[in-house]
């Protein structure tokens, strides 16, 4: 006899989605800042930030979110500071 999975999970629902944030200005560069935000096995949200400057490699943290809800998420996303999103930014480097 063959093991059943005790739960089926939508690979469809764990593909990220993107979600364009304010751009973060650094001295004379530009730095396009998304949030990807995917739900995990267990339905709870998971996201990381992505750093894009143009001419450069995509910079990106782990997934440093993690929330049981879209309202929790987005306040703990809203309570980054710019010098906090700079430090993330710098430390990818």
Do not use: K
């Not at 944030?21 to 096995?41: E, G, H, K, Y």
Request: aromatic share 8%; with cysteine; charged share 25%.
């Amino acid at each position: 006899m063959t093991a059943q999975p005790y739960r089926f999970s939508d690979p469809l629902a764990q593909e990220p989605v993107l979600h364009e944030l304010p751009p973060l200005n650094l001295a004379d560069r530009r730095i396009t800042l998304q949030l990807s935000v995917r739900r995990d096995d267990y339905g709870d949200l998971r996201a990381r930030l992505l750093f894009l400057e143009p001419g450069h490699s995509t910079r990106e943290t782990a997934e440093i979110f993690c929330a049981a809800t879209e309202t929790e998420l987005w306040q703990a996303v809203r309570r980054l500071n710019e010098h906090h999103l700079r430090a993330l930014f710098l430390s990818l480097a």
